[in-house]
């Protein structure tokens, strides 16, 4: 360092001090420069961002515009949305939605058919149903075994005979009819008869094996009580009206149909999963052919065949409700697919785990109850609720068959002369988007929530 | 987990089976308490539910009058809404009892579906609707046309037979459901709406302008419609054929919903044997002998059903035409009661 | 029920019969066989007496009777109202799968465009790519179909006014109706000239592998086939003496009629189907891309490869294998849904044959049990093919 002796201040041309500095150019930061960087980077990508520019043109203004801007708000019958060639206010060549008409049939979208006086009791099932979902989908909350039982074993019955009206009849299944007339007498004959000899099997086996039949009998007598409980609550009489299936309708159906597809799925779901990896070769051969074949045909088949097949099958005299057989034929197309999520989830679990499960000596279902399965379940709770967004959006499908869910409403409505007008059918149609947008997406930002929350990081 | 099992599958069987298998309808239907009939899933005039879910028509009236003939009242009846395809199925598989749903009396559907027709209550023929715009005169005009029709009916094979040996050319668009077709003639896919004429007259209340377009003379086909059993049930199969002759022979007689009290003590002795006052007509169909009586009181007459529903004062406005009385130059003529 | 086994193996000696895993699990299965056994027996004597009992003559003989009613779209097997019914079968088995392909077709293509769009660093473009998938894959196909068929074709101009598309022909709301080419003498040797030009480009292709391997060279493979495949047929069609004509739809009274009319319904299911499964093949590409080690575009880049090339020559080979098997089940996919044809009256199987010919013959146990046995052996196919491709792309460790 040899000019340690020239002092800054002497030498003019030496800057004192640091200047502050600049702000990087205009083109670089800011709008424009975030535009520069994010748009117009080159060439290429200069003309995507044009070509891009050009079709949001294409479709948005032109969307915004039908939508809302042209679209009629009010208005009583089809004179509001009709142009003047079509007899009716608007002028010539004008097009926009009609949404009075969504208007008028709102209730019928949301409810169907369902009488007026009764829809108290939709409400109610959809309140009870929000309050029990709620802190079932929240990580944070605990009880969720209770919650769940909850959800899983009393709400289905609440909400069953709160929608149909409860007071089921039954006439008996066992005993021919000869010796006691179908009744409800009949029924719980039956039932006890049916309880004792469960129970004795379940002795005899118990004996057979030289083992303490106790708790067996316990378990069996339990699990009789229980359906015994279930069965009378629903042939009570609440004093409810009876409403039949025919007149539901809109999105309480589609609601319905998915949530029951989904609840009676998981069951079925995760023993074909067990099934498919069993080491029982008949077993896993019956689970193979079971999922492969509904996977392998298209749902509106299964749904032809569940209303025109099924009730060919049954014995004679046997008929079953259409909603009901719609509702097997929906639960036992997507137990198939929730079969192999649920088998993703049993292969996700290390072997280790298995492993640790038979060196504690746990019996198979021991093992799987309490180790295997609530682990797997929880890697797949997003695998479960993308089955879920699939199946509703696939109970639209019922419309064909003639259920009138949301859709099969929309439809019904197109043919009411009162609106018909070159707009109505994508203004209905329009609406149930926006219904089932809102729905599914929802239920994906979920799905993928639960997704980054399970990740623990341990993906190979 | 087994017991678990065998309860779910316990309780899908309780749930909505309604077992109770019997050779008899008529003792089936007595104990659940109600005619449970088979309808159009809506055709005005025929079977068409209102806003509040009651359902009127032509052959709604049918099904009130044999649930009247067995119960006393037009009530006791419920409507299944069945599309084409599955109307022989939900009868055949027992879902139904009767199927009243404007079916046209075929040989095939006679003698291989297991079905038996209990008569006719509308004969009907296969019309053309067109707009009014393209100046059709004639079906025979029609070459190059696209038509539209139902799937699984008899309209979609005579219309098919009816341009093949007329050698026009033609597009079919057959749609599953009765709205559909109307619809997609309405925006105009199809040139040419086709289906029985009382369903022209029906559907096209549902067209944006009714008035723009017009049916054509031709008729192409014969269509007696009527309503169907289940083979191998005389009895109901009885019941169902003479409710529809008790509402014609009612007509012929002059027995009308408005007077059927009266007429309870007319002289007349056909009028005594139809109204269960003369004779034991009734118990031999396993009925009270006022079952025509209470069929009167329910829906009235064939004359009084067919003016109320599809008559002239309706938007239907069909005319009585074949379907007046023998007696009229019709071709509705009922077998005596006696 | 490996646990059961393991104990077995262990010396037990005062086991009891029942406590036996291996004759417990024989047990089971035998029961179940039962059980299964019982169910479809049951079905089967109810099916048979349901029909016997009503009369209705089973059995597949129908096939070979006379349809006698007509279907408005069989672009390449002959049919008129005096087919039979096993005719109506194979017509609705080549809509289905005419739909099926173009729709794979076109859906991989946008899907792929799509997928890579959302990655995009343009942030316009990535974001309408988002946009697009979020907004149309939670939107029910059924509907979707209707939109198209009902609210956006329907708003087509009527027979009347029709559109004039010039050489594409004319559109209304009846159909499109296309170009029809007529094939006139000669045209078969056009045809052998496509097979020549495709049988060279593989030829060439397996030929430029070998020497790039060899030696490192590249050759331009792609624009020698492409121009092999244009060029060959188009002399030999100019040699020949122009043997292709096209005919077009003459206006008759009901406005447009003939040339090769394509019909709303066919095109609205294409559009929705297409649009639809593009957005679920758009996430696989995506997660497909992402799978590769971000290392690999790095290499490239260090390499000199521009990000063009490295997508092609790196990335998306790569991305391929976690990319094909999902991809697959999307095609199944679409192949099963474009049975919702059925909604909207385009002829393909479930539509014609599973609903027309069934209505028409009431012989529904049959026909179902072909129709969904068909469906069947198209998703074995599939899923067949898909294990070959699995097992030839799987990575070999060594």
């Known amino acids: 360092m040899t000019d340690t002796n020239i002092s800054v201040e002497n030498v003019s041309f030496v800057r004192g001090k640091m ?398 002369p009162k609106w018909a007008t070159p707009v109505q059918a994508l203004s209905g149609y329009l609406f149930g988007a926006g219904l089932f947008w809102i729905f599914c997406f929802m239920m994906s930002r979920y799905s993928i929530f639960m997704e980054r929350r399970l990740d623990t990081g341990h993906k190979s | 987990m087994k017991l678990k099992l065998l309860s779910i599958a316990l309780g899908a069987v309780a749930f909505g089976a309604v077992s109770g298998a019997s050779a008899a309808t008529l003792d089936d239907i007595k104990a659940k308490g109600f005619v449970q009939c088979g309808v159009s899933q809506g055709l005005a005039g025929f079977s068409n539910p209102d806003d509040k879910g009651n359902w009127t028509g032509l052959d709604v009236d049918l099904c009130r009058g044999v649930a009247a003939a067995v119960f006393g009242s037009g009530d006791k009846v419920k409507f299944t809404p069945l599309s084409a395809k599955e109307r022989f199925t939900a009868l055949q598989s027992g ?107 029906a559907q096209r209340l549902r067209l944006t302008n009714p008035a723009d377009h017009v049916v054509l003379p031709e008729i192409i086909s014969k269509e007696p419609l009527g309503p169907v059993v289940r083979q191998g049930d005389d009895q109901w199969f009885n019941i169902v054929k003479w409710t529809h002759n008790a509402m014609l022979n009612a007509e012929e007689l002059g027995v009308t919903q408005a007077n059927v009290g009266e007429m309870m003590n007319a002289d007349n002795p056909a009028i005594k044997r139809l109204l269960g006052t003369e004779g034991a007509f009734g118990e031999k169909l396993g009925l009270g002998n006022d079952w025509a009586a209470n069929i009167i009181k329910a829906v009235g007459n064939y004359g009084e059903t067919f003016e109320r529903n599809v008559g002239e004062n309706t938007p239907l406005k069909l005319p009585r035409g074949v379907n007046s009385l023998w007696s009229k130059g019709g071709l509705q003529y009922a077998p005596p009661v006696r | 029920m490996a646990v059961q086994e393991v104990a077995s193996a262990a010396d037990e000696p005062k086991v009891a019969l029942f406590n036996d895993p291996k004759i417990r699990s024989w047990i089971f299965q035998f029961l179940l066989i039962a059980v299964i056994g019982w169910v479809i027996y049951s079905m089967v004597v109810n099916a048979s007496t349901n029909l016997e009992k009503q009369g209705i003559a089973g059995g597949y003989g129908f096939l070979t009777n006379e349809a006698g009613f007509a279907i408005n779209f069989s672009p390449f097997i002959d049919y008129s109202e005096t087919s039979s019914y096993s005719t109506v079968f194979w017509v609705g088995l080549q809509n289905t799968l005419v739909l099926a392909v173009v729709g794979i077709f076109l859906a991989t293509l946008l899907g792929f465009t799509l997928g890579v769009a959302r990655l995009s660093s343009n942030w316009i473009i990535s974001r309408m790519a988002y946009v697009y998938v979020e907004i149309l894959r939670n939107i029910p196909l059924l509907l979707q179909i209707f939109i198209w068929y009902k609210g956006v074709l329907a708003l087509l101009p009527t027979a009347k006014n029709s559109i004039d598309l010039g050489f594409m022909g004319a559109l209304n709301v009846k159909a499109w109706f296309g170009p029809k080419p007529v094939l006139a003498d000669g045209a078969g040797y056009v045809g052998i000239a496509i097979l020549a030009a495709i049988v060279a480009s593989i030829l060439i292709g397996m030929w430029a592998k070998k020497r790039q391997m060899a030696t490192g060279e590249r050759f331009p493979v792609l624009w020698t086939s492409l121009g092999l495949i244009i060029l060959l047929p188009l002399i030999v069609y100019f040699i020949v003496g122009q043997p292709l004509s096209f005919e077009y739809a003459k206006v008759g009274r009901f406005g447009p009629r003939g040339g090769m009319p394509i019909p709303p319904e066919f095109t609205a299911l294409l559009l929705a189907l297409t649009t639809y499964t593009a957005t679920f093949i758009a996430e696989i590409v995506r997660a497909g891309i992402l799978a590769v080690n971000r290392g690999q575009t790095e290499a490239s880049y260090a390499l000199g490869l521009r990000p063009g090339q490295t997508l092609r020559l790196n990335i998306i080979p790569q991305a391929m294998r976690v990319i094909i098997p999902p991809l697959t089940s999307q095609y199944l996919n679409l192949t099963k849904n474009s049975s919702l044809a059925v909604a909207i009256a385009f002829p393909d199987l479930t539509s014609v044959f599973a609903g027309t010919a069934l209505n028409q013959t009431g012989q529904a146990v049959e026909i179902l049990a072909i129709t969904m046995l068909t469906y069947l052996i198209i998703s074995i196919l599939t899923s067949m093919f898909m294990n070959w491709y699995n097992a030839r792309m799987s990575l070999v460790e060594r």
């Open chain 1, 19 to 416: 200047d502050p500095a600049l702000p990087p150019p205009a083109s670089e930061s800011g709008i424009v420069g975030w535009m520069k960087k994010n748009l117009f980077s080159g060439t290429s990508n200069t003309i995507f961002t044009l070509i891009a520019i050009w079709l949001i043109y294409l479709i948005v203004p032109g969307f915004l515009q039908w939508s809302l801007f042209d679209a009629v708000w009010s208005g009583s019958d089809r004179l509001a949305c009709a142009t003047t060639q079509q007899g009716g206010e608007l002028p010539v060549g004008w097009s926009g939605a009609c949404w009075p008409y969504i208007g008028t049939y709102m209730k019928q979208f949301i409810y169907g058919r369902y009488p007026d006086h009764e829809l108290w009791r939709v409400n109610l099932v959809f309140v009870l149903f929000v309050i029990g979902l709620a802190p079932l989908l929240m990580p944070s909350i605990g009880h969720k075994k209770l919650n769940l039982i909850l959800m899983l074993g009393v709400f289905p019955l609440v909400a069953f005979i709160l929608l149909t009206g409860g007071s089921l009849n039954y006439s008996g299944f066992l005993l021919p009819n000869s010796i006691i007339s179908p009744s409800l007498l009949k029924f719980w004959v039956d039932f006890i008869i049916l309880s004792a000899v469960i129970v004795g099997v379940v002795i005899a086996l118990k004996r057979a094996t030289d083992s303490d039949p106790k708790p067996a009998v316990r378990q069996a007598l339990f699990a009789m009580g229980v359906f015994a409980l279930v069965m009378l609550i629903a042939s009570t009489n609440f004093g409810l009206e009876e409403v039949e299936t025919d007149k539901w309708g809109g999105l309480m159906l589609t609601m319905v149909i998915a949530i029951t597809g989904i609840v009676a799925s998981l069951p079925l779901g995760i023993m074909l999963a067990l099934g498919r990896q069993s080491e029982m070769p008949f077993v896993r051969l019956f689970s193979v052919i079971f999922i492969e074949g509904w996977r392998g045909v298209p749902l509106i088949t299964v749904l032809f065949m569940s209303s025109v097949l099924l009730p060919l099958f049954l014995p004679d005299g046997v008929t079953f409700d259409k909603l009901l057989r719609a509702l097997i034929g929906v639960a036992l197309f997507s137990a198939a697919y929730m079969a192999e999520v649920v088998r993703g989830g049993l292969q996700a679990i290390p072997k280790g785990q298995y492993e640790g499960a038979m060196a504690l000596g746990l019996s198979f279902w021991q093992s799987m109850r309490m180790i295997i399965l609530p682990q797997a379940l929880k890697i797949v709770i997003p695998g479960i609720v993308n089955t879920f967004i699939g199946l509703f959006k696939d109970t639209t499908l019922v419309s064909i068959i003639g259920l009138l869910d949301v859709l099969g409403m929309i439809n019904s409505s197109l043919s009411d």
């Open chain 2, 95 to 201: 879902e139904i009892d009767i199927l009243s749903r404007n079916t046209t009396w075929t040989m095939s559907r006679d003698t291989q579906l297991g079905l038996n027709f209990a008569g006719v209550n509308y004969y009907d023929g296969q019309g053309f609707m067109v707009r009014k715009e393209l100046k059709v005169k004639s079906a025979l005009e029609l070459s190059g046309a696209s038509v539209c029709t139902n799937t699984g009916t008899t309209t979609e094979l005579n219309v098919a037979d009816y341009f093949r040996t007329n050698k026009l050319d033609y597009e079919i668009v057959a749609f599953e459901k009765a709205d559909e077709v109307v619809g997609a003639y309405d925006a105009g896919r199809c040139d040419v709406f086709t289906t029985d004429q009382s369903g022209l007259a």
